[in-house]
């Protein structure tokens, strides 16, 4: 049974940094899209991040450039780098995965397992 366990969220002032980390267990397969979401209270989830088998990344508008996702295959871990936070950044932050797959994007209707989600508050 596939599962994803997010960690690494809290509270920040605005301009501060975070690392989210995504835990993966249960699944062999070596073809993957892991990705990042957030959904901020009285909104729509918005795709943050993907990571794809062979390095490929794709970072969400205006994340890009201040966000990096990352993979350590060792540890079967995804990374959310995330750098100058804003206030707007504050949402539940939701790690995804795709396994034997072969297209990886950021659109939430592409996963079908999804972590229970972490919080990340930036205050002003």
């Known amino acids: 049974q596939v599962q994803l366990v997010e960690s690494g969220g809290g509270s920040v002032q605005s301009g501060g940094s975070l690392t989210l980390s995504c835990a993966v267990s249960?699944?062999?397969?070596?073809?993957?899209?892991m990705g990042w979401f957030r959904q901020a209270p009285g909104k729509e989830r918005e795709g943050v991040a993907a990571?794809?088998?062979?390095?490929?990344?794709t970072i969400g508008g205006s994340m890009k450039g201040r966000f990096t996702i990352s993979r350590d295959n060792a540890k079967n871990t995804v990374y959310l780098q995330m750098n100058g936070l804003k206030p707007e950044d504050t949402a539940m932050y939701y790690c995804?995965?795709?396994?034997?797959?072969?297209?990886?994007?950021?659109?939430?209707?592409?996963?079908?397992?999804w972590g229970q989600g972490t919080q990340v508050t930036v205050s002003s």
């Open positions: 249960g699944s062999t397969s070596s073809r993957y899209c």
């Open positions: 990571y794809s088998t062979g390095g490929s990344r």
């Open positions: 995804a995965a795709r396994f034997d797959y072969a297209q990886c994007a950021i659109r939430e209707e592409l996963f079908n397992y």
